[in-house]
């Protein structure tokens, strides 16, 4: 069965539309930038609301709750990689200054035998859509074209 996961993309209306995104976190990720940023998302288990679980992952991974707002359902699409992600959207022009992610741990440099602690994200930003389009993982980008298709 394929794994799920979940998301919140939150956007704005400044001069256009703008959405905020996630820059991985850790040293597989620490000289990408184009095609390499997210939705923040993550795993769910079968027992756990898609909704609930974008709203976990938001704080987990952004370090603040998702404001309230109206939900915009952006649906499911499958990833290159057989992930399914669904993903929603909240307007809030969220104030992102002591955003802070949760950390992981892995062996690095791998076989080295050390272990070391990363943030699952680095960084969290505001872009415009089309800037948005470039930064975001392909597979991901859809959800800017239903986010509009809603707006």
């Known amino acids: 069965m394929a794994k799920r996961s979940a998301g919140m993309l939150l956007f704005r209306r400044n001069d256009g539309l703008e959405v905020l995104i996630a820059h991985p976190g850790g040293p597989l990720w620490a000289r990408k930038d184009e095609g390499a940023w997210s939705i923040p998302k993550g795993l769910y288990a079968d027992d756990e609301e898609p909704l609930a679980a974008a709203r976990r992952e938001f704080a987990e991974e952004v370090g603040l709750a998702v404001p309230d707002g109206n939900v915009v359902e952006l649906g499911e699409i499958k990833q290159p990689s057989g992930k399914l992600v669904t993903a929603f959207a909240v307007e809030s022009d969220l104030d992102i ?3 802070v992610s949760n950390t992981f741990e892995m062996e690095w440099p791998r076989g080295s035998g050390k272990t070391r602690s990363y943030p699952e994200v680095d960084k969290v930003e505001w872009f415009g859509v089309d800037a948005a389009r470039d930064k975001l993982l392909k597979g991901q ?10 707006l």
């Open 141 to 150: 980008r859809p959800f800017l074209d239903r986010l509009l298709e809603q």
């Open 97 to 99: 200054t002591d955003s």
